[in-house]
Nanobody, 117 residues
């Protein structure tokens, strides 16, 4: 099991940029992938982006492709989500997710991102 701590949320103007971070505490030897999800009020949690722990491959939800970039620093045990060209519908709580071997998952507590028009 790992503990995930998100940071970097806040208020950003529509069209602006924001980067959120997820720091990993614990054993990472069985890590498979790190992902970002988000949940807006009244909506279900949805997938945003994923980076595979071993390798450079990434995946994005359609709404984020071209605007969002997920990166990782394995030395710092931190995963980032750079969000550009923010839209009002991007406002949500952003959660960090760790997928480990055996389909075990860990979640962070989330960081709030608000978009002002």
């Amino acid at each position: 099991q790992v503990r995930l701590v998100e940071s970097g949320g806040g208020v950003v103007q529509a069209g602006g940029s924001l980067r959120v971070s997820c720091t990993i505490y614990g054993r990472t030897a069985d890590m498979v992938a790190m992902s970002w999800f988000r949940q807006a009020p009244g909506k279900e949690r949805e997938f945003v982006a994923r980076t595979w722990w071993n390798g450079a491959a990434t995946d994005y939800a359609d709404f984020g492709r071209g605007r969002f970039t997920i990166t990782k620093d394995t030395a710092l045990l931190t995963v980032y989500l750079q969000m550009d060209s923010r839209k009002p519908e991007d406002a949500a709580i952003y959660y960090c997710n760790a997928l480990r071997f055996g389909d075990a998952e860990d979640w962070g507590q989330g960081t709030q991102v608000t978009v002002s028009s």
